[in-house]
Nanobody, 124 residues
C-alpha cells in the first residue's frame, strides 16, 4: 500500500512562493502517475497538475506558468513549486498516486492513494 505524506504548506503573502513536497513510501514512485489536487471547504477537490514520468506534465489552466510539478525518483518524492501566489490559490493541497499502467487522469476519483493534505494560505 502506497503511503503519501505532504509537507511545505504555510501562510504566504500574495506574489510569494512555496514548495510543496510529497514523500512516497512502500512503493517506487516511478510506477505511478503522480498528481497534485487542491480543495477549498465546501467545494469539490480540483485538479492542479500531474506528472506521469520525468518531464511529462499537464497543468490546470489556472496554474499554468506559475506552478511546476516535478519528481525525484531516487528520493521517491514529488514536488510542487508554486510561484506568484494569489489569494485564490488558498486551499488544502493533496498529492495523489495512480498506477502508471492506468494512464494519466485529471479526475480525483481516478486516484487510489492520497496524502493527508497540507494547507496553503495566501494573504492579500
Amino acid at each position: 500500500q502506497v503511503q503519501l505524506v505532504e509537507s511545505g504548506g504555510g501562510l504566504v503573502q500574495a506574489g510569494g512562493s512555496l514548495r510543496l513536497s510529497c514523500a512516497v513510501s512502500r512503493s517506487a514512485i516511478s510506477s505511478y502517475v503522480m498528481g497534485w489536487f487542491r480543495q477549498v471547504p465546501g467545494k469539490a477537490r480540483e485538479f492542479v497538475a500531474i506528472e506521469w514520468s520525468i518531464g511529462s506534465t499537464y497543468y490546470a489552466d489556472s496554474v499554468k506558468g506559475r506552478f511546476t510539478i516535478s519528481r525525484d525518483n531516487a528520493r521517491n518524492a514529488m514536488y510542487l513549486q508554486i510561484n506568484s501566489l494569489k489569494p485564490e490559490d488558498t486551499a488544502v493541497y493533496y498529492c495523489a498516486a495512480r498506477r502508471l499502467r492506468l494512464g494519466g487522469s485529471v479526475r480525483p476519483d481516478d486516484y487510489d492513494y492520497w496524502g493527508q493534505g497540507t494547507q496553503v494560505t495566501v494573504s492579500s
